[in-house]
């Protein structure tokens, strides 16, 4: 089991930034690789960022490469997403996602609660 807690989520203006931070606890948390995901009201689940279990390998969407750094700390067990430049089109719940089965394909079998990101213009 993984219990997965995001925070840092808030209002910020069009520009500006904000760090998300995501706490893992249960298994060891060097071994699965993490991600972001956001949804936007009205809209569908959206891919964000994955960072591998070393963190020596990093994904993003286009919608967020060049503004948007995941990275992750082994001795806090916590992953964090930087995001810059933010824009209104940011605005959704963010989760965090953890891959424990560690195959080709990522499967996400565990999420947390989401925190609540909105850009205003």
């Known amino acids: 089991q993984v219990q997965l807690v995001e925070s840092g989520g808030g209002l910020v203006q069009a520009g500006g930034s904000l760090r998300l931070s995501c706490a893992a606890s249960g298994r060891p948390f060097a071994g699965y690789a993490m991600a972001w995901f956001r949804q936007a009201p009205g809209k569908e689940h959206e891919f964000v960022a994955r960072?591998?279990?070393?963190?020596?390998?990093?994904y993003y969407a286009d919608s967020v490469k060049g503004r948007f750094t995941i990275s992750r700390d082994k001795v806090k067990n916590t992953v964090y997403l930087q995001m810059n430049s933010l824009k209104p089109g940011d605005t959704a719940l963010y989760y965090c996602?953890?891959?424990?089965?560690?195959?080709?394909?990522?499967?996400?079998?565990?999420w947390g609660q989401g925190t609540q990101v909105t850009v205003s213009s």
């Open positions: 960072i591998s279990s070393s963190g020596g390998s990093t």
């Open positions: 996602a953890a891959d424990t089965k560690g195959g080709s394909i990522p499967q996400y079998n565990y």
